[in-house]
């Protein structure tokens, strides 16, 4: 047995040396300092207790560091995973409660074990069902819904809600209590966040920092925005003034947690399990396959399943709660020169020792500050050029994203991902039931053969030639036999119809019938039917079956000499018609 195959561990720890290590501990230590705000901000988004976010940010990297192919994919919380987990965990409880916490568990390790299954059965091109447009309007629209839900921490006020409407809603009805030291700090941090990721670089570079260290600097930004608001609240004494601060976080090592083994629990969460699954597997695979590209190396999709399975039924088992790659910290982790998935585990380990001595520094820090956080981090998701660019390209699948966003904002997010699927599935079974189809003709002194509409070809009113550019399924196989038919029907001198097969990769038994019953139709009036270009795959199929042996005309190699033979065909036939009965010639009938 390969182990390599599923321990890439084993393959990259060969040849690991000083430089790597060296490269890895550096990365390590920027994607720690920007991990500890975001781990804390997710898990409140979430509905979790801060520290939650800790836990899910140590021993879950540590096995994908084990078992996943990306050198580079930083995993842990993401905004989109938190923002389902809290929607599947708040039918269950009340956020923060213990059956809140439960669910959020048993949400771990569910998805971590749907995971893990469809990694050693190899279904990863199941998040196929995903198309692009879908899953750019579901992040689009949960960015906007995460965004507005931590207003409520912005203003220092109570809000509630998973969709805009009740979001929008009981923001009007409390603003009026706007706590303004909250406000204030808010607003500051927020403003302060955006420019570092707009401005400080440039700065940072015209006060003479180099270009990699100025843009890891300003990556680090929300350390800052957390030193400075933590020691305002200190300086200040904006609790006694109401602002809002995290408290006590336990100074600990994540505990070792069993999910709650209930089946009516596990039953109630499977679909979201399941769509938290494939949100985050599709989110982890793209962001991992766009940093390999930059450095030529590979990723396994379906070892990714496993990598990304393994990581959730430890935060599962250790306290956490959903995770899957983040681009944000990836893109960190990547510039930060990380060159193994040991640059992770050694992330684990600073998270860890910042969980055990650096916790009470964070008493006094602001929920504003970490509201302002997310809201930056997912403001960036939020994409409204991709839409008019899908408009332009494809009206059905801009039908599916605009579902998508539309039922995420007012109905949430799991409502939004099934209309997204539902719809993209829909779309997809009405285009499979009416594949595209030309007729064509030979372009002049060539033997290529273009759709009559779109180019200057030779033709003969005697000879049809179909081009079929899908597999023939029962999708579309009634379809093509209306088409056919109707073709022939408004086109009374066709004496040979050729379909022409280059793009047909597969035949199946539906659509053998369908072609029998045009054999035999167009025979009962005369006309024969070739086929050209037949694939060898699907030529062994045919030849299984007693198709050929009822063909009234023949499978040609070639389009150019099925047409020919056609027309000499046809020429005969008219020449043969043409020449007078000899009886009749002499009088005898």
Same mark, same amino acid.
């Given at each position: ?7 890439? +561990? ?25 991990? %500890? ?39 842990? *919380? ?27 568990? #048993?949400?771990?390790?569910?998805? !971590? ?34 965004? @507005? ?7 220092? %006020? ?17 603003? &009026? ?19 570092? =990721? ?47 601060? %995290? ?39 793209? #962001? ?17 399943? +496993? &990598? ?11 306290? !956490?709660?959903?995770? @899957? &790659? !983040? ?59 991709? *839409? ?15 579902? @998508? ?15 997204? #699927? ?17 007729? #064509? ?85 005369? +006309? ?6 037949? /694939? ?7 030849? =299984? ?8 005309? /023949? ?35």
């Amino acid at each position: 047995m390969n182990f390599t195959r599923y321990l890439p +561990i084993l393959e990259w720890g060969k040849g690991y040396g000083g430089t790597a290590l060296t490269n890895d501990l550096v990365a390590a230590l920027i994607v720690t300092i920007m991990l %500890i705000p975001q781990s804390l901000a997710y898990a409140m988004l979430a509905g979790l207790p801060p520290e939650i976010g800790l836990y899910a940010s140590m021993l879950p990297i540590i096995a994908y560091a084990l078992f996943g192919t990306s050198r580079t994919l930083a995993v842990g *919380p993401v905004a989109v995973v938190s923002l389902m987990t809290l929607a599947a965990a708040s039918n269950i409880g009340a956020q923060g409660s213990p059956e809140f916490i439960a669910a959020a568990l #048993v949400l771990a390790l569910l998805s !971590g074990l749907i995971l893990l299954a469809m990694g050693v059965l190899r279904l990863g091109f199941l998040a196929n069902l995903l198309s692009h447009p879908v899953v750019s309007g579901f992040i689009t629209a949960s960015g906007i819904i995460i965004a @507005t839900s931590q207003l409520k921490s912005i203003l220092g %006020i109570k809000a509630k809600g998973e969709a805009m409407p009740e979001l929008l809603r009981t923001l009007a009805e409390n603003f &009026g209590a706007t706590n303004m030291p909250t406000l204030i700090i808010g607003v500051a941090a927020t403003a302060f966040l955006f420019w570092v =990721r707009k401005g400080l670089k440039p700065l940072l570079i015209r006060l003479g920092m180099a270009a990699r260290p100025a843009d890891l600097t300003a990556k680090a930004g929300p350390i800052f925005a957390v030193a400075m608001s933590t020691l305002a609240v200190l300086t200040l004494d904006l609790e006694a003034k109401g602002v809002k601060v %995290i408290g006590e976080i336990p100074q600990s090592l994540p505990p070792f947690t069993m999910p709650l083994f209930d089946a009516a629990l596990w039953q109630s969460l499977l679909v979201p399990a399941l769509l938290i699954s494939i949100i985050g597997f599709v989110e982890s695979v793209s #962001v991992a396959q766009t940093l390999a590209a930059k450095r030529r190396q590979r990723i396994e999709p379906n070892q990714e399943l +496993i &990598g990304l399975g393994a990581a959730n039924v430890a935060a599962g088992l250790t306290g !956490g709660y959903p995770v @899957t &790659g !983040g681009f944000a910290r990836s893109v960190v982790n990547f510039d930060a020169g990380a060159e193994t998935p040991a640059a992770g585990a050694f992330t684990a380990i600073g998270i860890a020792l910042a969980a055990l001595f650096l916790t009470p520094l964070l008493y006094a820090l602001p929920i504003a500050t970490l509201a302002a956080t997310i809201i930056v981090a997912v403001l960036s998701l939020v994409d409204f050029k991709t *839409p008019r660019e899908i408009f332009r390209y494809s009206k059905p699948d801009f039908a599916a994203m605009m579902a @998508t966003i539309i039922v995420t904002l007012l109905a949430g997010v799991e409502p939004g991902v099934i209309a997204g #699927v539902g719809l993209s599935l829909a779309l997809y079974l009405w285009r499979a039931s009416r594949p595209h189809a030309a007729i #064509v003709g030979r372009v002049p002194e060539t033997e290529h053969f273009r759709n009559v509409k779109r180019h200057k070809v030779f033709t003969d009113p005697r000879i049809l030639t179909i081009r079929i550019d899908e597999a023939l399924t029962y999708f579309n196989a009634r379809w093509l036999e209306e088409y056919v038919l109707e073709q022939v029907a408004e086109q009374p001198a066709v004496r040979h119809v050729i379909l022409m097969c280059p793009a047909v990769n597969a035949i199946d038994a539906s659509a053998l019938e369908s072609l029998e019953a045009i054999n035999h139709r167009l025979e009962d009036t005369g +006309i024969h039917l070739h086929l050209s270009e037949v /694939k060898g795959p699907v030529m062994d199929a045919l030849e =299984r079956s007693d198709f050929l042996g009822e063909l009234s005309g /023949k499978v040609w190699l070639s389009q150019n000499e099925a047409f020919s033979a056609a027309i000499a065909i046809a020429d005969a036939e008219e020449k043969a018609e043409d020449v007078p009965d000899p009886m009749l010639a002499r009088g005898m009938i």
